[in-house]
């Protein structure tokens, strides 16, 4: 049976090296997340807000560790005054946002950060590369590793929500 495009990506950040991965609960990551919390060489640290990634990120590269933020479109947000630490500090940062406010979204909420998270991810001077097919993660997800840790630049994968398929909590 063929890896899914979690399986794939875990195994990509594993050869990158991540030991540390900070996330916000998110239903679009949660194979992901269920690999690394089952990774005993991994710390697999659950956040209250997206921007306590970005410190805690910075934080494991200081201590010579590499880590990954997974988080949604509408944690981005939260995360932009925090990235200046990112950059004024020219640390690596690798970030994987699944998409809310696309694909059949049925909570408007998610729209306005939705249609804003990519805009606002170059504006704080990180690297965006958008993923629209599942087939297409775990390379870009590897790319991307490469990017952040070998250029020391902030890099996010913005995986698109019809990867991840329409959400309907009404039934």
């Not at 030991?19 to 956040?47: C, N």
Request: net charge negative; aromatic share 8%; glycine share 10%.
């Amino acid at each position: 049976m063929a890896e899914s495009w979690p399986e794939l990506v875990y195994r990509n950040l594993k050869e990158a090296g991540i030991t540390q991965m900070a996330y916000v609960p998110d239903a679009g990551h949660s194979q992901l997340i269920k690999l690394f919390e089952a990774d005993p060489e991994v710390e697999a640290v659950s956040l209250t807000t997206e921007e306590e990634g970005v410190a805690m990120l910075g934080g494991a590269w200081l201590g010579g560790a590499k880590g990954v933020l997974l988080m949604q479109s509408s944690g981005v947000g939260n995360c932009i005054n925090m990235l200046a630490l990112i950059q004024e500090c020219r640390m690596p940062f690798l970030c994987l946002v699944t998409m809310r406010g696309e694909w059949g979204e049925f909570n408007p909420w998610q729209c306005p950060m939705g249609q804003s998270a990519e805009a606002a991810l170059r504006g704080a001077g990180v690297y965006v590369q958008r993923v629209e097919q599942g087939d297409d993660v775990p390379e870009t997800v590897r790319a991307a590793s490469l990017l952040a840790f070998n250029s020391n630049r902030p890099v996010a994968v913005v995986i698109a929500q019809r990867i991840l398929g329409i959400k309907n909590f009404s039934k």
